[in-house]
């Protein structure tokens, strides 16, 4: 059976973007010797480029209910590419962290106007197999992002390892352009005044707010998770070194091929539901790695991820539930408060880290994702249909 190049389309949207996103992640230790600093100086290269992405997001569905979706995509994904090649010729950790924050304030144009195309383009009856599509090209750029860094790295120089990302990046841009259709259903959207009275109504919307919410709660999660294993698994008794942290990521694979099961199960069983599931799965895996042995620690990390990936194919997919209209506008909102939940997972666990250890970081994890269940499980009542 032939593939619909739309899926590998979307996939690609969501993977040119993400190889950048977390591609500090398993050098994290490393810099933190280069550049002579603590946890969460270092972490700050994860969280400045988070903070852009909400930053930007609330600009970037006007623009692409006013310029169309593909124009913006594209754009935005050869932009990051020549973002990228900068930052490999940063010296310092103060311009690292300028063009890490520029690389985020590009990637909202890729993220939010590609769940706008999905929710215009995709029947309703195969919506969530797209947003699995798109999710798992996420994963797969998450993982590569942090894999070829790590490769790089340990055999030549981050910094090369930038120059890589970027090739990378252009080639994605390079798959969209080509096999991304055009908008059929886009409807142009220029009224800046149309524009901020969707905001205004979306943000008194108590289901769009739950989501929001539960979507930056479970980026949150997946943050701080793989961000503080990796010192974790750094430190005695494990003391992994960079291309051995890169090789844990290579998790994130399982979710290539669970996110568009996942997708179906949306589609089956509804986002609420779904997500639900999906949130007791990864809170299982997080609970996995407490047990002191590194196949654990590992398997533990799969499971967590990939009940966040179908839990973000689900909270992503509701949007288009709720919003009828403006909906690269209720995505960019999304985007906003989605990535202030992952630059916080990057940042805020320091200081639980360095009083008590791993434990007490998973136990804040845990808390976190049973109170994303929670909103979900009260305000995610509208129909999925």
Known sequence: MRLDPRYLAVA??????????YATQPLLPSLRAEFHTGEAAVGATISVLTFACALAAPFVGPLA?????????????FGLALVTFAAANATTLHALLVWRFVQGLFMPAVFAVTLAYIAEEFPAAIGGRAIGAYIAGNV????????????????????????VLGVLNLAGGAIVWIWLPRSRRFVRQSSASGALHAV????????????????????FSLVAAFTFATYYLAAPPFS?????????????????????????????????????????????????TLIPNIATIVAGLAV??????????????????VARDHRSTAAALYITVYYIGGGLGAVLPAGIWNHGGWPATVALIVIVQAFAAALAAALWTRSTA
């Open 200 to 219: 205004s109504r979306f943000v008194r919307d108590p289901v769009l707010l739950a989501t929001y919410a539960v979507g930056a709660t479970v980026l």
């Open 65 to 77: 209910d006013a310029l169309g979706r593909k124009r913006v995509i594209v754009s935005a994904i």
């Open 140 to 163: 797969l750029g998450g993982f590569l992002g942090r894999y070829v860094t790590a490769v790089v790295a340990d055999r030549w120089d981050w910094h090369l390892a930038f120059v």
């Open 304 to 321: 967590m991820s990939t009940g966040v990936f179908a839990a973000q194919a689900a909270s992503q997919g509701y949007i288009g539930v």
């Open 240 to 288: 992994l070194g960079t291309l051995a942290l890169g090789n844990v990521f290579f998790v994130y694979l399982a979710g290539v091929v669970v996110t568009p099961v996942a997708g179906r199960l949306i589609d089956r069983l509804g986002h609420r539901r779904a997500v639900l599931i999906a949130i007791a799965v990864s809170a299982a895996g997080v609970l996995l």
């Open 12 to 21: 690609a949207c969501g993977g040119s973007a993400f190889l950048d996103m």
